[in-house]
């Protein structure tokens, strides 16, 4: 589920969702308002699906959580 196989694609790998969720994140964005864009994005099937790339970007220090904001880490 992490990384695309032949089974699952790029698009629904969270490596492939967290791809496209640092697209979106170019300012400090709420998690609603970041989830009400998020929701067109083709592999996202859910908000489990969502979160879960959420945390995976976070583990990897590609993104922060500060003040009820998320913004790319610097």
């Known amino acids: 589920m992490i990384l695309p196989t032949k089974h699952i694609d790029t698009e629904s790998s969270l ?11 170019d300012r400090p964005k709420t998690v609603s308002t970041l989830w ?22 976070y583990m990897m220090g590609i993104i922060d959580f500060k ?8």
Do not use: W
């Open 36 to 57: 009400e864009q998020a929701k067109l994005i083709k592999g996202i099937k859910s908000y489990g699906t969502f979160t879960l790339a959420l945390d995976f970007l």
């Open 67 to 74: 003040d009820g904001f998320v913004k790319r880490s610097s």
């Open 15 to 25: 490596i492939g969702i967290g791809a496209e969720l640092i697209k979106i994140i």
